[in-house]
């Protein structure tokens, strides 16, 4: 059952990617972006951690390259907790923000780079999965926020 008792019925259920708390703990314990790439592929926020970082140092269409695999990664997490390619990927559970900070990376790569279609596409995206998301991301001083 929906937490909002008066949302939308025609909207699908918000998806809820499944914890991974070993990420977690070694995000916690200092791992290093590209270690956690190796020992979590499948996992988006590695990607987007590693995106992040190469954006802040100028590396462009090295995070580009990123933030697609960290956005790839994510489609299928998604799919795999039910997502049907429409509906709410709410930042408010945790466990959705490397898909979402994925997106926005790809986002701002794409338009350092001029792809302006796929910029534009990917902002209506990752507004329509949660229109508090960029406000969030840009609050915790994360750079590819926009």
């Known amino acids: 059952m929906s937490e909002n008792p008066h949302r939308n019925l025609l909207e699908p259920e918000p998806t809820l990617l499944?914890?991974?708390p070993e990420l977690d703990a070694r995000?916690?314990?200092g791992d290093e972006a590209e270690d956690l790439a190796r020992q979590f592929p499948a996992a988006s926020l590695p990607w987007a951690l590693l995106a992040?970082?190469?954006?802040a140092d100028g590396r462009t269409?090295?995070?580009y390259a990123y933030a697609r695999v960290g956005y790839h990664r994510g489609l299928d997490a998604l799919r795999r907790a039910g997502w049907r390619g429409a509906g709410p990927v709410p930042w408010?559970?945790?466990?959705n923000r490397g898909f979402l900070r994925s997106l926005a990376a790809?986002?701002?790569?794409?338009a350092q780079i001029a792809e302006l279609e796929e910029a534009e596409r990917v902002t209506v995206?990752?507004?329509?999965s949660d229109p508090t998301a960029v406000d969030a991301m840009r609050d915790a001083?994360?750079?590819a926020a926009g």
Do not use: C, K, T
């Open 92 to 95: 408010r559970h945790e466990p």
């Open 125 to 128: 995206f990752l507004r329509d």
């Open 106 to 110: 790809l986002g701002s790569a794409a």
């Open 52 to 55: 992040e970082d190469a954006l």
């Open 18 to 20: 499944p914890a991974q």
């Open 61 to 63: 269409i090295e995070g």
């Open 141 to 143: 001083g994360l750079g």
């Open 27 to 29: 995000i916690e314990a």
